[in-house]
């Protein structure tokens, strides 16, 4: 194989950082590379850099043995080089072809373009009908929008942002079959992923950064996810322990809950009935869409139901607002970290105290206790290792993955009898995600009550006492997590929510 593409010591700074050092590597054509490091470590500048979405301080990029330098994407994307983000930007109320030709540079006419997508979606095993609305497809489908988008514009290098963070296993080996077909056809692909076990069985080569800079390469095929990890932290990774499952007496009831989506592509949620127990971490699998979301909304308060559909400590707290619910023990961690767990533009001390107030005494009537503030902003930062110059720092300033660690950490130190969480690793890196899990078992150690809501199957079955599925808004009744298979769960998640027979919780 030739060399596509040829990194030359690129280097970028902001303010009080150096997001990439002295970065080279190349990329040969064909290749599906992996592109490895914590949260923080320099990747998502870096493939920004070569997309043409930042502009380097030094340093040079060579792609097909010409300067490469795009100023904006567009210039990239002339080039050859398309990028597949991690969160979609689609319109829900457009068709298929209407979305792919608001990312197309050049359009062709609607009858021809729908003839493309059914031809090269087909070809590539992502079958896609352009006439169907974005809203109505599930979100592995989405992602072969985005897929077939890029691939109509004949890319030569592939850039793929944590593509299997929302897909079912079932999804994962269709993608995969792509990617490979791809390579096969000349295609390099650019692949991060906090996801080891995939990098291993799919990736021919891997580049490691740390704090900006290369610190190592490898074959996947030859390493093991651990080894992987341990390039990437610099050293011994802990993992959470194994731990015995003595539930205690019920905290938490949910009973024939039904909650209609406020969202016109959301997913109703129908008669959902769980009952979570002292000590007990239950895990909620399936495919994002299927009403997660409204799910979080009706535990957290901003969503009221009929009184007696949610019971906290003997108590029905259905008509309860948030805040009434904290001062309750009942705290949550929604998905999105940036917007609704945390507000953007105020600092990561305001941020802890916009809901560690009630239980953190962080005010006292309307008066802020800012030394308390900074003391409760600090601790979070210092226990969960979040990587930032100062609790003064905007929250948009973080890393994803440094933010995450913030907001989670935020609930866990609140001492929670319940505890409830969508996505807790979602977009960290390994050695982040091995510290939120082992947080989240002590946390239950401790006598709490943890629901975990999660696309994750790895993390799910590694943490979870207990497992359900929701599909289609439907949940399955709660099953021993203990030896259930990831066929049986991708069955579950798939809509056969009897698909595995087995103990129930």
Excluded at 408 to 434: C, F, K
């Amino acid at each position: 194989m030739s060399v596509l593409l040829d990194i030359q010591g690129l280097s970028k700074s902001y303010p009080g950082v150096k997001a990439n050092d002295d970065i080279s590597f190349q990329i040969q054509e064909g290749e599906i590379h992996a592109l490895l490091g914590e949260n923080g470590a320099g990747k998502s500048t870096l493939v920004k850099m070569i997309y043409g979405l930042v502009r380097p301080d030094s340093g040079a990029m060579i792609l097909n043995g010409e300067k490469f330098a795009p100023p904006k994407p567009f210039f990239a994307r002339q080039k050859g080089v398309s990028m597949v983000f991690q969160h979609f930007s689609l319109f829900e109320a457009l068709t298929v072809a209407e979305n792919i030709t608001l990312g197309m540079d050049v359009a062709p006419s609607r009858k021809e373009l729908s003839a493309q997508i059914r031809k090269v979606s087909n070809e590539y095993g992502l079958p896609l009908d352009p006439d169907r609305l974005i809203g109505d497809l599930s979100v592995g489908e989405r992602q072969r929008v985005e897929i077939i988008r890029c691939l109509l514009q004949n890319p030569r290098l592939l850039i793929m942002d944590e593509p299997t963070s929302v897909l079912t296993p079932q999804e994962v080996e269709t993608l995969f079959g792509t990617l490979r077909k791809l390579s096969a056809n000349g295609v390099a692909i650019l692949y991060i992923s906090h996801k080891l076990d995939e990098i291993k069985a799919l990736c021919d080569h891997a580049t490691v950064l740390r704090m900006g800079k290369v610190v190592d390469t490898c074959i996947p095929a030859n390493e093991t996810a651990r080894s992987m990890a341990e390039m990437m932290i610099g050293g011994e990774l802990e993992m959470p322990k194994p731990r015995e499952f003595n539930p205690g007496e019920a905290v938490l009831e949910i009973k024939n809950l039904s909650l209609d989506s406020t969202d016109p592509f959301g997913t109703n949620l129908k008669n959902v009935s769980l009952s979570l127990r002292k000590g007990e971490i239950m895990g909620i699998g399936g495919v994002a869409g299927n009403g997660q979301d409204e799910l979080l909304a009706s535990l957290s308060g901003e969503r009221l139901v009929d009184k007696e559909m949610i019971v906290l400590k003997g108590a029905a707290i259905g008509r309860l607002g948030p805040n009434e619910r904290r001062k309750l023990g009942l705290l949550t961690g929604p998905e999105e970290r940036l917007g609704h767990a945390a507000a953007p533009a105020m600092s990561l001390a305001d941020n802890a105290l916009l809901t560690g107030s009630i239980r953190m005494g962080l005010a006292n009537k309307g008066f802020l206790k800012h030394r308390k503030i900074d003391e409760f902003a600090k601790h979070i930062v210092k226990e969960f290792d979040v990587r930032t110059p100062s609790i003064k720092v905007m929250a948009k300033a973080l890393s994803g993955g440094n933010l995450q660690k913030f907001v989670i950490g935020r609930e866990v130190l609140q001492s929670p009898e319940v505890l409830v969480v969508n996505q807790p690793t979602w977009g960290v890196d390994a050695a982040a995600a091995a510290a939120i899990r082992r947080a989240i078992q002590e946390l239950a150690e401790s006598g709490a009550a943890v629901l975990v809501v999660s696309q994750d199957l790895d993390e799910l079955m590694e943490m979870s006492d207990t497992f359900a599925v929701l599909a289609e808004g439907a949940m399955s009744k709660p099953q021993i997590a203990e030896g259930l298979t990831i066929d049986e769960i991708g069955l579950m998640m798939g809509g056969q929510l009897e698909g595995a027979q087995h103990a129930e919780a």
